[in-house]
């Protein structure tokens, strides 16, 4: 330490100025990341804390998010103030600068009316819980799994693998398909000439058996509920029954095996599927 003292004294005036400046900007930086490490480490606590008591896995997906929001939002506070402190330790009159970015303020509010309501948006989404991470939504008119929600907007990457930035001020209405449970909503047409009783029991039977099936029975959360005939086709009776199934992406895989195991179960009695009629547009011709 007396090193370092004797050291300042043998600068000039100007030299220790500098000195000092620097030494405060590096200060301001290492109390700044410091700060940011704390705050992480805070939240990091905060989260494995409440996770520890959330009740389910869709509560602990609405506190990773908040993290993460929370995580970002902090980080730009710190860096904003220790810029504005490294700004004035440099000489760098702060009040011109505010009082710039408030004049300024007024005239880019009027051209970033739609990013302020970005974020209000998204802060409601994310109070209001009505979308998480891992959640499959339709949003804007674009559908798909949840991969990010920010206060900006929503990152969603459909069926397709194709990504989508839905701006959370472009979003009116929020459609969850996997809060809660979901169901999978099966038609069958069957032949006018098939017992229909019968088509119903074998949809039954089939459910029941999806159900027992080790590999199946954690993704079912109830028995197949069969709803009865829904429309009268051209060429076909229309079946209808649903499966309630647990949240995320299960519905889709409950339908697909439930869809094979029914057709080949219909086959085994002799149930028919009519083929679809096809419509054949042709062209007049003349003579």
Not at 79 to 101: D, H, K, N, R
Not at 141 to 169: A, I, M, Q, W
Not at 226 to 238: F, I, M, P, Q, T
Request: one cysteine or more; glycine letters at 8%.
């Amino acid at each position: 330490m007396s090193s370092v003292l004797a050291y300042f004294r043998e600068l000039d005036t100007d030299a220790q100025a500098a000195a000092i400046t620097a030494l405060r900007v590096v200060l301001i930086l290492a109390l700044a990341w410091i700060l940011q490490a704390a705050a992480n480490r805070l939240i990091r606590i905060f989260r494995r804390y409440m996770q520890a008591k959330a009740p389910s896995a869709d509560e602990q997906a609405r506190i990773e998010t908040l993290a993460r929001v929370f995580r970002n939002s902090g980080a730009i506070v710190i860096v904003i103030v220790a810029g504005t402190l490294i700004l004035g330790e440099l000489g760098i009159s702060i009040a011109p600068i505010l009082a710039t970015a408030g004049v300024a303020g007024v005239a880019i509010g009027f051209g970033a009316q739609s990013l302020i309501k970005d974020y209000f948006t998204g802060f409601f989404l994310l109070l209001e819980d009505q979308l998480r991470q891992g959640d499959v939504v339709e949003v804007a008119g674009k559908s798909g799994l949840v991969e990010e929600v920010t206060l900006r907007y929503v990152r969603l990457r459909d069926f397709e693998g194709h990504v989508h930035f839905v701006p959370n001020g472009e979003i009116k209405v929020v459609s969850n398909r996997t809060r809660g449970y979901a169901q999978a909503a099966i038609d069958v047409g069957v032949g006018y000439s098939v017992d229909i009783d019968q088509a119903l029991a074998v949809m039954r039977e089939v459910g029941q058996s999806l159900r027992a099936d080790a590999k199946w029975q954690a993704k079912i959360a109830d028995e197949v509920e069969v709803l009865g005939v829904e429309k009268l086709d051209n060429s076909a009776v229309v079946l209808r029954c649903r499966v309630k199934v647990v949240p995320a992406i299960e519905q889709w895989n409950v339908k697909r095996e439930f869809l094979k195991r029914l057709k080949k179960a219909y086959d085994e009695r002799g149930i028919e599927i009519p083929f679809p009629q096809l419509t054949i547009h042709t062209a007049g011709v003349r003579s």
